[in-house]
């Protein structure tokens, strides 16, 4: 009687082990499937930008160019393929913790699933901001060429800066409550910097903004005359 009291918690714990065996073995497989068709995937994405010469036609785009810059020489190639491997690897990761079954595994699932549409509509919105900002500095560096105006690419950077800045608030709403407080924190930065440029321009740059404004003026008097 007293053997078989120390014993039974030995024979459940196995009994449990036997029972989900199977299920763990399988969320293995999953993953050690899911790392190796995710690494072909890098790979096949890298090669892709090899044969289409994608690299060097990216760093022409000023974001692109200055991302480069800010990533220290990173290639887009690089990026682009580590996405692909980590989107691919979080479907496998799904389909493992979907095997592995159970009450807490499909409240994460659950959770996990539910973020999707919102991390997609983010990087929607943000890809959508990219490309509204790349036109609008295109523009504006062809209304400011052809009105002779002064330091055309700069301006056309700030508006596309200006742009995709309004772009990344818009999206960043789409994370929900976290989305929301980095929002009033990336406002809070850009009020600040935009107060920062306007002192340093009244005070630092003062000559230079009174010499633009004074062209701006002959240009609108002469297009009168």
Not at 82 to 105: E, M, P, T
Not at 205 to 224: H, M, P, S, T, Y
Request: a positive charge; hydrophobic letters at 60%.
């Amino acid at each position: 009687m007293g053997f078989s009291m120390w014993v039974a918690p030995f024979k459940a714990v196995a009994a449990d082990i036997l029972h989900y065996a199977p299920k763990i073995t399988g969320a293995l497989a999953v993953l050690v499937a899911g790392l190796f068709v995710s690494w072909l995937i890098q790979l096949f994405v890298q090669m892709l930008f090899r044969i289409f010469k994608l690299d060097k036609k990216l760093t022409d785009v000023w974001f692109f160019r200055l991302w480069s810059k800010s990533m220290h020489g990173q290639k887009p190639s690089k990026a682009v393929s580590r996405f692909f491997y980590y989107f691919f690897l979080f479907i496998f990761v799904l389909i493992a913790i979907k095997i592995l079954g159970g009450d807490a595994s499909e409240k994460i699932l659950e959770s996990l699933l539910g973020l999707l549409p919102h991390v997609f509509s983010f990087m929607l919105i943000l890809f959508l901001g990219f490309i509204l900002a790349m036109f609008f500095s295109i523009i504006a560096q062809i209304v400011l060429v052809g009105a002779d105006a002064k330091y055309p690419n700069f301006w056309g950077k700030v508006i596309a800066w200006g742009t995709f800045g309004v772009a990344v608030l818009f999206s960043l709403e789409e994370l929900g409550i976290a989305g929301r407080f980095v929002s009033a924190v990336f406002l809070v930065f850009l009020c600040s910097a935009g107060l920062a440029a306007a002192i340093a321009l009244g005070l630092g740059c003062k000559d230079l903004a009174r010499e633009f404004v004074i062209e701006l003026l002959k240009k609108n008097k002469g297009d009168q005359q």
